[in-house]
T-cell receptor
Framework: QKEVEQNSGPLSVPEGAIASLNCTYSDRVSQSFFWYRQYSGKSPELIMSIYSNGDKEDGRFTAQLNKASQYVSLLIRDSQPSDSATYLC????????????FGSGTRLLVRP | ETGVTQTPRHLVMGMTNKKSLKCEQHLGHNAMYWYKQSAKKPLELMFV???????ENNSVPSRFSPECPNSSHLFLHLHTLQPEDSALYLCASSQEDLGQPQHFGDGTRLSIL
């Protein structure tokens, strides 16, 4: 059973702080990794993709990947109340077809 | 219209009803997916279609019947559902290449009475 694990939270940070969201996965051969943001009652929205070890930055977001440790993280700098949402980690897997395995998500609360 | 469109947005039905959910993607993708999202549970992949062909059925009960007439349209036909089937049903699409992300529609909130 391929798994993606996330702490459900909630992770509470003050406005302006760095929020750090973590994800571990079980399938060693996975090559593609994604972070989605999901506001309450809305659908998941892709915010970051990462494919190689190291950091990838996009605005206030930085994704970090360590394949040896099977670990991917998302840093949100200068957190804003509008960042309050559930963040889903997804890992690409080739099985009978290519598909994404999702974690259960981490709920982030940014306090004004 | 852009992105992935799902209709209806909300659906309430009895256990003996038959209804269909519709999904249409305007992204030129060739893979489409149905997911179920229940409270406090991970997204559950239900079905995968690549180039209109079903490539994955994730042990979904037969009361859910998918249909993919072309690469842009996907349906989920529902009949004789159970209360535990109440959930958010999400459609997604992607390019059928390794490593591509999926793009989601707004979902259909389904309630079974």
């Amino acid at each position: 059973q391929k798994e993606v694990e996330q702490n459900s939270g909630p992770l509470s940070v003050p406005e302006g702080a760095i929020a750090s969201l973590n994800c571990t996965y079980s399938d060693r051969v996975s090559q593609s990794f994604f972070w989605y943001r999901q506001y309450s009652g809305k659908s998941p929205e892709l915010i970051m993709s990462i494919y190689s070890n190291g950091d990838k930055e996009d605005g206030r977001f930085t994704a970090q990947l360590n394949k040896a440790s099977q670990y991917v993280s998302l840093l949100i700098r200068d957190s804003q109340p509008s960042d309050s949402a559930t963040y889903l980690c997804a890992v690409g897997l080739m099985d009978s077809s290519y598909k994404l395995i999702f974690g259960s998500g981490t709920r982030l609360l940014v306090r004004p | 219209e852009t992105g992935v469109t799902q209709t209806p947005r909300h659906l309430v039905m009895g256990m003996t009803n038959k209804k269909s959910l519709k999904c249409e993607q305007h992204l030129g993708h060739n893979a489409m997916y149905w997911y179920k999202q229940s409270a406090k549970k991970p997204l559950e992949l239900m079905f995968v279609y690549n180039f209109k062909e079903q490539t994955e059925n994730n042990s979904v009960p037969s009361r859910f019947s998918p249909e993919c007439p072309n690469s842009s349209h996907l349906f989920l036909h529902l009949h004789t559902l159970q209360p535990e089937d109440s959930a958010l049903y999400l459609c997604a699409s992607s390019q059928e290449d390794l490593g591509q992300p999926q793009h989601f529609g707004d979902g259909t909130r389904l309630s079974i009475l």
